[in-house]
């Protein structure tokens, strides 16, 4: 079997995710399912303006990287790319983009919902929350919710 190496990229630019998936699919037949997910900014009911998101240069790719070679390893999937930008951004606009491929969808879908369940727990960003009425927010803790997620992984 050919080892698999994922794309990883941390980058303030927006990501093109059809451009993103044909690069991952492109030339290969042995691809059964393609699951995609896509994280944006959203605007709070109103509230917030932006997120600014901070990163760990290196520790974040290392660990989004560690992360994907666990998911590829235990959905046997067939391709990966995990892309995740940080700088200010707007509501509506990209945060996160995985795209999980394997010969059968249930694969897929678990190894991009494996993603990012780590990606939200263990890979070192921070956000900063901008406020519609112009003040500055506090940083966003994270959530129980997300916590609880990554652990079901544990024993499934």
Same mark, same amino acid.
């Given at each position: 079997m050919t080892k698999i190496v994922p794309t990883i990229r941390v980058q303030r630019e927006d990501f093109d *995710?059809?451009?993103e998936c044909a690069r991952l699919t492109a030339g290969r037949a042995d691809i059964g399912a393609v699951v995609t997910f896509t994280g944006l900014c959203r605007d709070e009911g109103g509230t917030l303006s932006a997120l600014e998101l901070e990163h760990y240069p290196g520790m974040a790719e290392a660990e989004i990287s560690r992360i994907a070679g666990l998911a590829i390893e235990r959905?046997? *999937?067939?391709?990966?790319?995990?892309?995740?930008r940080f700088g200010k951004i707007s509501p509506g606009e990209n945060i996160v983009l995985v795209i999980a491929a394997a010969a059968h969808r249930q694969a897929a879908f678990d190894g991009a919902n494996f993603v990012m369940d780590f990606l939200k727990t263990s890979a070192p960003f921070w956000k900063k929350e901008y406020q519609a009425d112009g003040k500055l927010g506090d940083w966003v803790s994270a959530k129980d919710a997300d916590d609880r997620a990554q652990e079901k992984w544990q024993t499934q």
């Open positions: *995710l059809a451009a959905f046997e *999937l067939q391709g990966l790319t995990a892309i995740h």
